[in-house]
Each structure stands twice: as C-alpha cells, then as structure tokens.
C-alpha cells in the first residue's frame, strides 16, 4: 500500500480509535456505577439490619435477663406463654439466631473478609448457614403451632421463605464444597435476602404507611388485607427478583448497567426511609 492510500485511511482509523476509547470508558462508568449504587444499598442495608439486631438483642435480651419475659408480649401478639416451656424455649432460640444471623451476615458479604481473612469467612459462613437452618425452621413451628396472627396467606407466605432459606443455604453450601466460587457468591447474596425478609417486611411496611400518612389496603386490627397479603410475598420475592436483574445486568451493556444503577438508587432510598420510620416508631421506642 502506498503512502497516499495509508493518508487517506488515517482519519477513519483515528476517528474509530477515538469511537473505541470512549465506549470503553462509557463502559466503565457504567460499571463503576452500578458497583456504587450496590455499596450503597448494602452499606444502608447493613446500617438498617444491626439496627434491628441491636434492639431485638437490647429489647428481648434484657426482658430475658431479669427474668420479665412477659415483657415480649408488649410487640408480640404470642410471646411469652407461661407454662409453654417448649414453646417459650423456640421462639428464644428464634430470636437469639435472628440476632447471630443478622451479625453474621453482614460480615459474610464483606469482600475485604473474604479477601484478607478467607478463614474467618469460612468458620462464619458455617455459623451463617446454621443459624439461618434453625431460625426457618423454628419461624416454621412458631407458624403453624403458635397463634402468631395473620390469616393463611401470611402463614404460607412465611412458611415458603422459610423453605427458601433451607434451599438457599444448601445450594450455597453445595458449590462452596466444590469450590464453584462464582455460584456459591450468587446463592449466598439469595441466602442474605431471603434470611433478611422478616426485616424487609418492617421496613417496606413502615414505608408504606409512610408514604399514605397512616395504614391503607390493610385493617391494622387484625393485620390483614391486600396490602398485608402482599407483603408478606413481597418480602423476599422482591429482593430476590432485584438480585436477578442486578446479576443480569452485570452482564449487559452500559444502558442496562446504568438502569439498573438507577433502580437502585431509588429503592435504597425508599428502603432509608423505611427503615429510619421503622426505627422511630417500633425499635428505639422499646429500648
């Protein structure tokens, strides 16, 4: 090739080079944005959930430790039943797993954990994964033998999480043993939302009745209605089904990327507020 014809395809080289460069940095932005918009959420989420943690262990804890377990029966429709050892002694262990699991997995999503002390993610994810088998199962008992309230949907809903959670925590287990890294990370992120839905509830509830200045779709009575009914499913399924198009969108474009980023960004801040009502109206109250 002459030096004329290399002169004349210079300029569409260059022009390529440049269309090149920046849709390359188009895509790391978008990259860069979508990991900011997760942090953020998990920073918020993780800040929320030790909240609560912090006054079930507070609140349930000190009742416990003066010996006034009647005291749980101030939020809880059945709490303590005098004479219901059996009963008495599940819903403790309910609460005590719901604290270690709400502790254990916010250090279990640390990538610096996992990164700088991978042994400690491991004897803490064992912790996780047991703790999270006893609270299901004992929210499953509590469920159907207890008169917790709530109709049969809100029991089903529940008891579905709870098989969730069982199922989660096997499959994360499962290719953590096979050392299938990539896999054993997206169970354990349905593991953390599925464990999480019991939070969710309180914070999507408060938000609700935020938003409409008072209860609505729901007779706070009897804690039933549509909105409740809702809910209750909600809970974990939508978390879940934010999870999914979160790791699909990892694998997409720029567009989809930054899209994604957005959603996040405005249920972060939905899920703030629930969780700063949730706070001023059923946590710090007690404590």
Do not use: C
Request: no cysteine; aromatic share 12%; net charge positive.
């Amino acid at each position: 090739m002459n030096a004329t014809a290399v002169d004349a395809l210079a300029p569409g080289d260059a022009i390529g080079n440049r269309h090149a460069a920046y849709m390359s940095r188009w895509r790391r932005a978008s990259s860069a944005a979508l990991r900011a918009s997760a942090a953020f959420w998990f920073g918020a989420a993780v800040l929320g959930q030790l909240l609560f943690a912090f006054y079930v262990a507070v609140f349930y804890g000190r009742a416990a430790a003066q010996g006034r377990l009647e005291d749980w029966n101030k939020v809880l429709q059945t709490g303590y039943v005098r004479g219901d050892t059996a009963g008495n002694l599940v819903l403790g262990a309910h609460l005590l797993f719901a604290v270690l699991i709400t502790l254990g997995g916010a250090l279990q999503l640390l990538p610096w954990l996992r990164r700088h002390w991978p042994r400690v993610h491991r004897i803490n994810g064992r912790i996780y994964l047991g703790s999270a088998v006893v609270a299901s199962g004992s929210g499953l008992v509590m469920i159907w033998m207890r008169d917790t309230g709530g109709d049969l949907a809100q029991r089903l809903a529940i008891s579905i999480n709870a098989l969730l959670i069982l199922a989660f925590a096997g499959m994360a287990l499962r290719h953590a043993a096979a050392r299938r890294f990539d896999a054993h990370r997206r169970w354990a992120l349905r593991l953390f939302l599925a464990v999480s839905g019991v939070w969710f509830f309180r914070v999507g509830l408060m938000a609700w009745i935020v938003a409409n200045r008072g209860p609505a779709g729901f007779d706070p009575k009897t804690f039933t209605g549509p909105f409740i009914t809702f809910l209750s499913f909600a809970q974990y399924l939508l978390p879940l089904g934010v999870l999914q198009l979160y790791l699909f969108a990892q694998q997409r474009g720029a567009r989809a990327q930054l899209a994604m980023a957005a959603a996040l960004l405005a249920l972060t801040l939905a899920m703030s507020g629930g969780i700063a009502a949730a706070a001023a109206v059923m946590w710090l109250p007690h404590l």
